[in-house]
């Protein structure tokens, strides 16, 4: 790896499923790979789409943490949702996260790792 860029890892987060980062640090900033609904050991979090939102938006701001930064210096999210119609129950909780509005993108996909229904991945200033 770059001597420019650097990995960023946390116990209080989830591993990463694949191989990747759970975030990189470059040019001032830090990626953060896309968080599932999973708890520090990789457990998918059972309930509802708030309770799984909460817990990817929990993963984002333990990493970003371990990194250096915090969740209120993310400049844009990206949510990936399996069904659009928890989209206003997802947003009711991201708001309570991200109460600064970065720029957002929110898309529907087929389908997400594991099956489940949410994924958050996050750019911030470090």
């Known amino acids: 790896?770059?001597?420019?860029m650097e990995k960023v890892s946390t116990k209080t987060?989830?591993?990463?499923?694949?191989?990747?980062?759970?975030?990189?640090?470059?040019?001032?900033?830090i990626?953060?790979?896309?968080?599932?609904?999973?708890?520090?050991?990789?457990?998918?979090?059972?309930g509802s789409i708030t309770e799984k939102t909460r817990a990817c938006c929990q993963n984002v701001k333990a990493i970003l943490e371990a990194g250096g930064s915090s969740i209120d210096?993310?400049?844009?999210?990206g949510i990936f949702l399996t069904d659009m119609n928890d989209f206003k129950e997802m947003n009711e909780e991201y708001?309570?996260?991200?109460?600064?509005?970065?720029?957002?993108?929110?898309?529907a996909v087929h389908q997400l790792p594991f099956g489940v229904p949410i994924e958050?991945?996050?750019i911030a200033l470090q």
């Open 120 to 122: 958050i991945e996050a």
């Open 73 to 77: 210096k993310v400049v844009r999210a």
């Open 1 to 4: 790896m770059s001597e420019q």
């Open 31 to 46: 990626w953060i790979s896309g968080q599932l609904p999973a708890d520090s050991t990789g457990k998918l979090i059972e």
């Open 13 to 29: 987060g989830p591993p990463p499923a694949a191989p990747y980062s759970q975030a990189i640090k470059a040019a001032g900033q």
């Open 95 to 107: 708001a309570k996260w991200f109460a600064h509005k970065p720029a957002r993108t929110c898309v």
